[in-house]
């Protein structure tokens, strides 16, 4: 059963019919601050990403591509179960991107040694000089997302940002220790 849902003009309020009336308290001002810090850094990284994507379409590398080439990049020769973990995508969906990959030269499988079963995943010769053009775009993007930004300032955006990634990942791991009926204390 689906329920109507009207637009009034001077208000601009969702009224769904049927449904009780909820009143939602209205913010405080550190609430919409902290809204609005998890709004810019959302749509501060989906612009990048955006702007990268533009940069890298004339190599002829996807977005999914040149992420599992940088995280590789990072640590060459890993699990391919590690790294659909560190990409936050499933085991088929990374199976499929790493067979494109591989088709296409810029990467390759080997068994891990002492399990046949396990498949690690190396950079070949080919992906090596597409990071180094990947770099070279990088740094050009940064140039631009950066403007107007100096040394001190960039140095303490990369000191916040390492911080609030400590801090999530922290709040990760305790959820999943929370979810796994395991005590941390």
């Known amino acids: 059963m689906s329920a109507n849902v009207t637009k009034s003009a001077p208000s601009r309020k969702l009224a769904v019919t049927g449904a009780p009336e909820r009143k939602v308290a209205p913010l405080n001002a ?3 601050r902290d809204l609005r810090i998890g709004f810019l850094i959302h749509d501060v990284s989906r612009l990048r990403r955006n702007m990268f994507d533009q940069y890298m379409k004339p190599l ?3 977005r999914s591509q040149w992420w599992v080439i940088a995280h590789l ?3 060459d020769g890993m699990m391919q179960t590690e790294l659909a973990s560190l990409l936050d995508v499933g085991k088929v969906t990374l199976g499929g991107l790493v067979d494109r990959l591989e088709a296409g030269g810029w990467i390759n499988r080997r068994p891990a040694p002492g399990d046949r ?3 690690n995943v190396f950079l070949t010769e080919q992906s090596l000089g597409l990071l180094q053009e990947m770099r070279a775009v ?3 993007l940064n140039q ?3 403007k107007g930004f100096n040394p001190v300032e960039r140095h303490q955006l ?4 390492t ?3 400590a801090n999530l990942i922290g709040t990760l791991d305790k959820a999943r220790v929370s979810d796994a009926g395991v005590d941390d204390d």
């Open 117 to 119: 079963r396990v498949k």
């Open 158 to 161: 990369a000191d916040l940002l």
């Open 163 to 165: 911080r609030l990634r």
């Open 138 to 140: 990088e740094k050009d």
């Open 73 to 75: 990049a990072r640590k």
């Open 144 to 146: 631009g997302v950066l």
């Open 30 to 32: 550190t609430a919409t």
């Open 60 to 62: 002829g590398v996807t």
